[in-house]
């Protein structure tokens, strides 16, 4: 997938304002669960904004709990119901885990994409073994959300994105605030006059295949989020960051 460089990721936002006004700012990747609880706060946010949904591209992920056969097409309908939508851009399987067996799941999943209920299927927090057997059962892995930020990033996933042609959807890219006491993200961000928060965004985003979905609430931090693009970060300070020992997974399976 085409996706953009910044994304909004919306788990904890339940005020539909906050999506209206992402989208009034210029975001049209909006990232969604189940397990968020949020998809009709998401979709009340869509619908009222003033930018066509042709232009959006939207995101929903089937929790653990739907991953069964014969539950991922009322499981998917149910999400569509509460976004208000036809039918969601991107699918993702949440975790390989519960009810999830690729031989059943993948298929089916493949069924809902094939009868126009998503037009992309992805996948996330899969590791690269599981990633390889998830290419047996699909016709292309759309995309594959991970948790990726300085203090925690897997170069095997990366690798993986890179070999088959996909993009990584990074979460979490300020490690849920942690970068702001990380000395060596403070001293960068120092040195360019700008904050913490955008020199993250700005190194996950070097990376030609990787996009990334910070969640923000106010006007002003949704706006900085993406215009962190534009910082230039040198080979020098990159390498600084891939430097920092990662130690610090906030989702771990």
Not at 97 to 121: I, N
Not at 195 to 217: D, F, H, L, M, R
């Amino acid at each position: 997938m085409d996706l953009p460089p910044v994304g909004l990721g919306t788990m904890g936002i339940e005020d539909e304002a906050v999506v209206r006004t992402a989208i009034d700012c210029g975001y049209r990747h909006l990232d969604t669960a189940q397990i968020y609880e949020n998809e009709r706060t998401v979709g009340a946010g869509i619908a009222t904004a003033e930018t066509d949904r042709a232009d959006l591209t939207v995101a929903t992920k089937l929790w653990i709990d739907a991953l069964g056969a014969t539950a991922v097409r009322p499981a998917t309908e149910a999400s569509l119901d509460r976004l208000g939508l036809d039918a969601v851009d991107l699918l993702y399987v949440h975790r390989p885990r519960g009810d999830y067996d690729p031989e059943t799941t993948l298929p089916a999943v493949e069924a809902v994409c094939e009868a126009g209920l998503t037009e992309h299927v992805g996948l996330s927090n899969f590791d690269p073994d599981q990633l390889a057997v998830a290419r047996d059962y699909l016709d292309g892995i759309a995309a594959h959300q991970v948790e990726f930020h300085p203090l925690f990033w897997r170069e095997s996933l990366l690798a993986d994105a890179r070999k088959h042609g996909y993009p990584l959807v990074a979460y979490a890219p300020l490690a849920g605030g942690r970068v702001f006491e990380e000395a060596t993200i403070v001293d960068i961000a120092d040195q360019h006059n700008t904050s913490p928060a955008a020199v993250s965004i700005a190194w996950v985003t070097s990376y030609e295949n990787v996009v990334t979905i910070p969640k923000a609430s106010s006007r002003s931090h949704l706006e900085a989020n993406l215009t962190a693009i534009d910082l230039e970060l040198t080979d020098d300070e990159i390498a600084r960051i891939e430097g920092i020992e990662r130690e610090e997974e906030l989702f771990p399976e």
